[in-house]
C-alpha cells in the first residue's frame, strides 16, 4: 500500500469519527434550525470522501525516506519532556536544556550547543518575564 | 442587592478598617510574591479585571508589595480552577479573577467536578448590570411591550449577544422571559462573537433585541442610536442611565448583576483569607477607587468576605435550578 | 473642507514631539510584536495598557501609542513568514506562499521590501478612505447581514482550491480538517461541548497560535532536522535586490488588495484573515497567464500584505465611528478609551475631536515610520537566515514554545502544539497543503456561525440567504468561481 493510500484511509477514519461524534450529541434543545450536528457531518462527509480520492488515485504521493532515521524521535522526545518539565523544573533550566538539545541535533558542537542554549534561555526570559511582565515558572530556581 | 450592598458596606467599614490593621498584622500574613491568576488571556476580560485591580492595591499601599498577573486561559475559568485544586490548595498568595460568568459556568458543571464550594470567595470589586436595549426607532417602547410581544410569540423577537446559549450574556434574555412565564426554549437567541458585533447587528436592523451589558452600549445610548428598556439593577443607575427605569419598577423581577472579584484556594489559610478581604475592603472605601473602577466599566458593588461567600453560592443555586428547569443539563449534576 | 480642517487639527495633536515619539516607540513594538509568534497585538496592547496608565499618559497619546502596535504589528507577521516559513500572526499565513519561496531564491530582501512597501500603500490609502468616508462606511458595514456573511465567506471558501498547489483532494481534505478544528469546544448556538473529548482545556477551542506553531514552525524543523544537514546559508545570503519594475508590476495587484482589504475590514464580522486570503487567491486566478503563484511570485507577496495592512485600518472604522469593536484587539482598544473616561461611540468625533482626529492623523505619520523604519532593516533581517541553524532553530522553537506558555500557563497547549507539529511534518512529506489547513481554521467557524445565525432568524428559511443584494452578487461571483477552470477549459 502506497503512502498517499495510507493517508486517504486515515482521513476516511477521520471523517467517519467526526461524523459520529457529531451525531452522537446530545442536544439540550433546539436554539437554531440547524443545531450543532449539521454542519461538522457535512464537513466530515467531503473529508472521507476526499479520503476515498485519494485512496483511489494516491498518484503523486510519496514519502521521501527520512535521512536521519535517529533526528525526528529524538526532537519530539526533547519538545514532549520541556513541556512536561517546564513547570516543575522552572523556564531556565528546562529552555536551556531545550536549546542546547536542538543544537546538538542540528550539528552543534557541545560546547557551542551549551552557550546556544544558555543564552536563549536568559534572553527569552529576559524578554517575556521581565520585559513584558509575564511570569514564566521558577521551578527548581524558586 | 446594590442597595444591600452599599448598607452593608456603611454599616462595616467605620470600625472594620481600623480593626483590620493590628488584626492582619497581629496574624502576621502579609503577601510574599502575590500572584493574580486571570482565566484569559492578556487583553481578555478578567486579564483587566486583574491587572487594573493589582495595580491599584499596590499604588495606595494597600498591598506593600506588587501582585503579579499571570494568565491562565482555558475553559473561561475551568483551567484555572482546575489549578488551584490541583496544585495550590493551601497557597496564601494567590488570588483568581471570577465573575458572574463563571457562577453560571459551575452550576451547568463546566468547570469539571469543581463546585462552588471548592474555592474561598474573598470579595467583589465591582459590578456590571444587563440592559435591555432596542434600536432607536423599535416598536418596543417599553419593557412592557417587550413582555406582551414575548407572551403572544416568543419566536417573533430575535435577540441576540456576545454570549452561547447557557450563558452569562443568554440568562439575560431566559430570566426576562422566564419572569413573564414564557420558556426561554422558545425564544430566538442568536450568539454572536462579543458584544461589539451584537450591537453592529442591533444596529443593522438584524436583532431586535441585544440583552448587553451598561458600560459597552453607553456610547450609543448618549448618542441617542439605541433606547434602553430597562436596567436589571434593584435601583436605577447613575449618570447616564438615570432615566432608565429598572426591570422592577416595571413588574418583571429580574436583577442581572455581572459581579467581578476574586477567589482563593479551598485551603487558604485564615489569617491570608482576612488579609486579602479586608485588602478589599479597603480597596472599596480609597477615595481613588470609584474612578479606578469606573474605568473598568464597573459600578460600586462592595460585597466582600462572608457576604460574598453567600451571594456567590447563591447565585449559583440559582442559576443551576435555571439550568435544569430549561434542560441545559443534561447530565445529572 | 470641513474634514480637511479637523484632520489639520489632528495632526497638530499628532506632531506634538512626545505623540510623534510614541508612535515610533508603538511601530517598533508592534513590529516586534509581528515577529513574535505566540503573541499578538491584542495581548500587547493589554500589557501596555497598564503602563500607559502610570506614566499618565494623555488619553490621545496613550491611544496614538496602543494603535501604533495594533497597525505596527501588520508589518512584522511577514518576516518570520517570509524568511522562515513561520507565520507570526494569522494574515501571514498566505504570505508564506510566495515569500518563502522567494526566500529560497535568495530573493528574501526582495520579498520583505515588497511586503513593506505593499503594507504602507494598503495602510496609507486606507487611512485616507477613512478621513473621509467613516461614517457612511460604518453605517453600510452594521446592514451587512449574517445572510451576506455567509455568502462572502463561501465566496472566499470558493477560491480556496487556488492555494492547494498540486492535488484538489488534499487541498479540499486539508481544508476540511481546518473546520473540523475550529469546532473543538462549545457550540455557542446550544452550549454542547464538541470534540473536546472531555477535557476542560478544549472547552474554550483551539487557540490560532498553538495550530500555527505546530503546523508551521514545529513542522519545519522536524523536516529540517531528518534531512542530512547541509550549510544552509551560502544559497541565501547576496541576492538581487527588489527592481523598479518589480514594484511597478506589483501596483495594479497592490490597489486592488487595499479595496478588497479595506472593504473586507470595515465589516465587523470578517477581519484581516479573511482579507488577506480573499485577495491571495483573487490574484492568483486573475493572473493565471502569467503567473508563476506559489513558486515565488511578487504579486503573491505584496497581495496578502498590502489586504493584511488595509483591513487592520478597515477594523478601526466601525470602532471609531460607532464606537463597535469588530476584533478583540479593537475591543481592548476601546476598553482603553473607557480608562479615560471618554465614552466610545458615535459621539467621540463631537466630544473629543483632539483624540479622534489626533489619532486618524498619527497614522497617516506611524505609516511613514514603519515604511521608513522597514526598508532599511530589510538587509538586517535577511540576514537572520545567515545565522548558523543550530543557532537559529533552538532559537525559533524555545521562542515559539515561551510565547505559548507566556499568555497560557499550560503544558497541555505546548503538548497540542507539538502533536499538530507531527502532523503538519507528516503533511508536508505527504504534499498535504497546510495553508488550506489554516484558512479553513478561520472560515470555517465563521461560515458555520453565520449559517446558523441566518437560519435562526429567517426560522429556518433557506430563501433568506439569497434575500439582499449583496448576497446574490457574492453568490454569483461564487459560481463563477467554481466553474472557471471548467470554463477555461472549454474555450481552449
Same mark, same amino acid.
Given at each position: 500500500?502506497r ?10 477514519l477521520l ?5 459520529w ?7 439540550p ?39 536521519r ?35 546538538l ?12 542554549g $544558555? ?6 526570559w ?6 513584558? !511582565? ?9 | ?25 497581629? *496574624? ?20 483587566? #479585571? ?5 495595580r ?18 482555558g ?10 485544586n ?39 470589586i ?18 412592557? !411591550?417587550?413582555?406582551?410581544?414575548l407572551?403572544? !410569540? ?38 454572536f ?16 433585541v ?22 436589571l ?7 447616564a ?16 448583576p455581572i ?9 487558604m ?23 479606578q ?14 457576604e ?14 435555571l ?11 | ?11 497638530a ?15 517598533v ?40 502596535v ?9 518576516? #518570520? ?22 526566500a ?46 455567509v ?6 471558501l ?60 514545529? $513542522? ?9 544537514l ?47 486570503a480573499?485577495?491571495?487567491?483573487a ?8 503567473? #508563476? ?7 503573491g ?6 489586504? !493584511?495592512?488595509?483591513? *487592520? ?15 478583540? #484587539? ?100 505527504l504534499d ?41 452578487a ?19
Amino acid at each position: 500500500m502506497r503512502a498517499g493510500q495510507l493517508l486517504g484511509l486515515g482521513l476516511i477514519l477521520l471523517g467517519a469519527a467526526a461524523a459520529w461524534s457529531a451525531q452522537a450529541l446530545e442536544v439540550p434543545f433546539a436554539a437554531d434550525p440547524l443545531g450543532p450536528r449539521a454542519f461538522p457531518t457535512v464537513v466530515a462527509a467531503i473529508l472521507a470522501a476526499c479520503g476515498s480520492l485519494l485512496v483511489l488515485n494516491p498518484a503523486g504521493a510519496r514519502f521521501e525516506p527520512i535521512e536521519r532515521r535517529h533526528a525526528p524521535p529524538a526532537l519530539l522526545a526533547i519538545m514532549a519532556a520541556y513541556a512536561l518539565l517546564l513547570a516543575p523544573a522552572g523556564f531556565l533550566i528546562a529552555t536551556a536544556g531545550l536549546a542546547t538539545g536542538v543544537a546538538l541535533l542540528f550539528g552543534a558542537r557541545p560546547l557551542a550547543a551549551l552557550v546556544t542554549g $544558555g543564552v536563549t534561555s536568559v534572553t527569552l526570559w529576559l524578554l517575556f518575564d521581565r520585559l513584558l !511582565d509575564l511570569p514564566l515558572p521558577k521551578g527548581l530556581l524558586a | 442587592m446594590q442597595r444591600r450592598a452599599l448598607l452593608l458596606s456603611a454599616a462595616v467599614l467605620p470600625f472594620a478598617a481600623p480593626a483590620f490593621v493590628t488584626a492582619a498584622r497581629a *496574624q502576621g500574613f502579609t503577601p510574599q510574591n502575590a500572584e493574580c491568576i486571570a482565566p484569559a488571556a492578556p487583553g481578555g476580560g478578567f486579564d483587566l #479585571t486583574c491587572r487594573l485591580t493589582t495595580r491599584m492595591l499596590a499604588e495606595t499601599g494597600i498591598v506593600p508589595q506588587p501582585i503579579r498577573t499571570q494568565n491562565m486561559p482555558g475553559g473561561i475559568g475551568a483551567v484555572a480552577i482546575n489549578h488551584i485544586n490541583a496544585q495550590r490548595r493551601a497557597d496564601p498568595n494567590v488570588i483568581v479573577a471570577v465573575s458572574t460568568g463563571s457562577w453560571v459556568l459551575l452550576s451547568q458543571g463546566r468547570f469539571g467536578r469543581w463546585s462552588e464550594n471548592d474555592v474561598r470567595w474573598i470579595g467583589a470589586i465591582g459590578a456590571d448590570y444587563g440592559v435591555i436595549a432596542v434600536r432607536r426607532d423599535s416598536r418596543f417602547q417599553t419593557l412592557a !411591550d417587550l413582555v406582551n410581544q414575548l407572551r403572544a !410569540d416568543p419566536a417573533s423577537v430575535p435577540m441576540g449577544a456576545g454570549g452561547a446559549v447557557g450563558s452569562q450574556d443568554w440568562h439575560k434574555a431566559a430570566l426576562v422571559a422566564r419572569a413573564t412565564g414564557v420558556d426561554p426554549r422558545r425564544m430566538r437567541y442568536v450568539p454572536f462573537e462579543g458584544g461589539g458585533q451584537s450591537m453592529a447587528a442591533l444596529l443593522g436592523g438584524h436583532i431586535q433585541v441585544f440583552p448587553g451589558d451598561a458600560s459597552e452600549v453607553r456610547g450609543q445610548l448618549e448618542a441617542g442610536e439605541i433606547r434602553l428598556l430597562a436596567v436589571l439593577a434593584a435601583n436605577r443607575l447613575p449618570g447616564a442611565f438615570a432615566a432608565v427605569p429598572t426591570a422592577r419598577e416595571q413588574g418583571v423581577e429580574v436583577e442581572w448583576p455581572i459581579v467581578r472579584g476574586f477567589y482563593g484556594p479551598p485551603q487558604m489559610p485564615d489569617a491570608a483569607y482576612n488579609y486579602w478581604v479586608e485588602a478589599l475592603r479597603r480597596l472599596h472605601a480609597h477615595p481613588a477607587w470609584p474612578e479606578q473602577r469606573a474605568a473598568q466599566g464597573l459600578f460600586e458593588f462592595n460585597l466582600v468576605g462572608a457576604e460574598y461567600e453567600a451571594l456567590a453560592k447563591r447565585r449559583t443555586a440559582e442559576f443551576r435550578q435555571l439550568a435544569r428547569d430549561v434542560g441545559l443539563v443534561t447530565q445529572s449534576q | 473642507m470641513d474634514t480637511l480642517a479637523l484632520l489639520g487639527g489632528g495632526f497638530a495633536v499628532a506632531l506634538q514631539p512626545h505623540n510623534l515619539a510614541l508612535a515610533l516607540v508603538g511601530c517598533v513594538i508592534g513590529t516586534a510584536i509581528g515577529v513574535l509568534p505566540g503573541i499578538g497585538p491584542l495581548n500587547a496592547i493589554a500589557l501596555l495598557l497598564p503602563f500607559c496608565l502610570a506614566l499618565k499618559l494623555p488619553p490621545e497619546s496613550a491611544l496614538i501609542l496602543l494603535t501604533a502596535v495594533y497597525y505596527g504589528s501588520g508589518y512584522g507577521g511577514r518576516i #518570520t513568514a517570509i524568511l522562515l516559513n513561520m507565520p507570526g500572526e494569522p494574515s501571514a499565513v498566505l504570505t508564506t506562499l510566495d515569500g518563502h519561496p522567494l526566500a529560497k531564491q535568495g530573493r528574501g530582501g526582495a520579498a520583505l521590501a515588497i511586503s513593506g512597501i505593499g503594507s504602507f500603500v494598503g495602510a496609507t490609502i486606507s487611512v485616507v478612505l477613512m478621513t473621509f468616508l467613516s461614517v457612511p462606511l460604518a453605517k453600510v458595514a452594521v446592514a451587512f447581514s449574517p445572510a451576506d456573511y455567509v455568502a462572502l465567506i463561501a465566496f472566499a471558501l470558493s477560491l480556496l482550491g487556488a492555494v492547494g498547489g498540486g492535488s484538489a483532494p488534499k487541498a479540499w481534505a486539508a481544508g476540511c480538517l481546518g473546520v473540523l478544528l475550529a469546532l473543538v469546544g462549545v457550540d455557542s448556538g446550544t452550549g454542547v461541548e464538541r470534540f473536546t473529548g472531555g477535557t476542560l482545556e478544549l472547552l474554550g477551542g483551539l487557540e490560532f497560535t498553538v495550530l500555527a506553531i505546530g503546523l508551521f514552525a514545529i $513542522g519545519e524543523i522536524l523536516l529540517l532536522v531528518e534531512s542530512r544537514l547541509r550549510a544552509e546559508a551560502a544559497r541565501i545570503s547576496g541576492g538581487q535586490r527588489l527592481t523598479a519594475g518589480e514594484v511597478i508590476r506589483c501596483i495594479p495587484t497592490m490597489f486592488r488588495s487595499t479595496a478588497i482589504g479595506f472593504v473586507i475590514g470595515v465589516l465587523p464580522g470578517a477581519g484581516a484573515s479573511v482579507a488577506s486570503a480573499l485577495s491571495y487567491t483573487a490574484e492568483k486566478r486573475l493572473n493565471e497567464a502569467n503567473g #508563476t503563484f506559489g513558486q515565488g511570485d511578487m504579486r503573491g507577496v505584496a497581495a496578502p500584505e498590502t489586504a !493584511d495592512n488595509a483591513a *487592520q485600518i478597515g477594523n478601526l472604522v466601525p470602532m471609531l465611528s460607532l464606537g463597535i469593536p469588530g476584533s478583540g #484587539t479593537t475591543a481592548v482598544l476601546l476598553g482603553a478609551l473607557l480608562m479615560y473616561s471618554i465614552t466610545p461611540g458615535p459621539l467621540l468625533f463631537e466630544q473629543r475631536p483632539d483624540v479622534a482626529w489626533g489619532l486618524i492623523a498619527s497614522m497617516y505619520i506611524g505609516n511613514c515610520i514603519l515604511l521608513l523604519l522597514n526598508l532599511p532593516l530589510v538587509g538586517v533581517f535577511a540576514r537572520l537566515l545567515t545565522v548558523p541553524a543550530w543557532v537559529l532553530y533552538p532559537g525559533v522553537l524555545a521562542l515559539s514554545f515561551a510565547g505559548v506558555y507566556a499568555v497560557s500557563n499550560s503544558a497541555f497547549d505546548l503538548l497540542l502544539a507539538i502533536g499538530f507539529g507531527v502532523m503538519g511534518w507528516l503533511f508536508r512529506k505527504l504534499d498535504v497543503p497546510l495553508v488550506p489547513i489554516v484558512l479553513g481554521f478561520v472560515l470555517g467557524r465563521m461560515l458555520e456561525d453565520n449559517l446558523r445565525r441566518a437560519m435562526a432568524l429567517s426560522d429556518g428559511n433557506v430563501a433568506e440567504l439569497v434575500a439582499s443584494p449583496v448576497s446574490v452578487a457574492l453568490w454569483a461571483m461564487t459560481g463563477l468561481a467554481l466553474l472557471w477552470p471548467s470554463l477555461r477549459l472549454r474555450r481552449r
